[in-house]
């Protein structure tokens, strides 16, 4: 009631406009099923194998299986997969939010250990999927820091901290050109972004004395922005896979 732009911004595009395709990237319906066989890795593995191993001893007998599955068992099995299937038909996909699912995956997984007369050695089979675990995970890990260290991914945080310091020691008034990293606004302690016509209207009438904007979207505002130079500062050293270069001009 408050924040100008708060019902259009938070629960039409945010909220409503995930549930179409024409605002937010759509993905396809089986996004979240790979990314869950990967995260939840090596117990989705053993999860799945427990069940095979189940229908195997029940000479594929689904039907039979199923009456014979406790109450609580087949909550968990609807628990998790109806909190797959409801996500995966919603168009806009991210990854962490089928994280919820995975709680009652595990109780899933406890109840299959406690329950399935097929598993004869359930301890070796889950000390093994234990320390698999550890290896992946500690594996995981040590490449994401490894190839964050590599690849410069504090780059646009540093840039942004730069930029900050730069302006508050020069005291100048400056603004972020609208651009796909949404995290861009955090780093330069932003609350949005201002159109290129604007930048330049506002440029041009002496409200702003810098500005942040892609190098692509540079080229075409240097001609119209007076008396503007290209700083020093940039944000280099990012690949492609981690967007575009940004740069900032100023007076």
């Keep these: 009631m408050f924040q100008s732009g708060f019902f259009d911004e938070v629960v039409m595009r945010e909220f409503l406009g995930r549930f179409g395709e024409t605002i937010h990237r759509p993905q396809p319906l089986y996004f979240y099923l790979p990314h869950l066989l990967h995260k939840f890795a090596p117990w989705s593995i053993l999860l799945i194998g427990i069940a095979i191993f189940d229908l195997a001893s029940r000479r594929w007998n689904s039907g039979s299986a199923f009456r014979k599955m406790p109450p609580e068992t087949f909550w968990l099995l609807c628990w998790s997969l109806g909190g797959l299937i409801v ?12 994280f919820p699912v995975i709680p ?33 995970t500690g594996s995981y ?42 995290g861009l606004l955090l780093y330069l302690q932003k609350t949005h ?5 604007h930048a330049i209207a506002e440029w041009n009438r002496g409200n702003l004395d810098a500005v942040v904007t892609s190098t692509e979207k540079a080229t075409r ?17 990012r690949n492609k896979e981690q967007g575009t270069d940004y740069v900032l001009i100023t007076r």
């Design 87 to 98: 996500m995966s038909l919603i168009p806009s996909k991210r990854v962490d939010r089928i």
């Design 104 to 136: 009652p995956l595990c109780l899933l997984l406890a109840a299959q250990v406690g329950r399935d007369a097929a598993l004869r050695r359930p301890y070796l089979w889950l000390a093994a999927a234990l320390l698999v675990s550890i290896f992946f």
């Design 141 to 182: 890990t040590i490449w994401k820091v490894v190839t964050g260290y590599r690849d410069h991914r504090d780059t646009l945080a540093v840039f942004g901290r730069d930029v900050r310091r730069e302006a508050e020691a020069r005291h100048w008034r400056y603004e972020a050109v609208s651009a796909k990293d949404e």
């Design 193 to 197: 972004y201002i159109e290129p016509d």
């Design 221 to 237: 505002l240097m001609p119209e922005l007076r008396g503007a130079t290209i700083s020093q500062l940039k944000s280099s050293d």
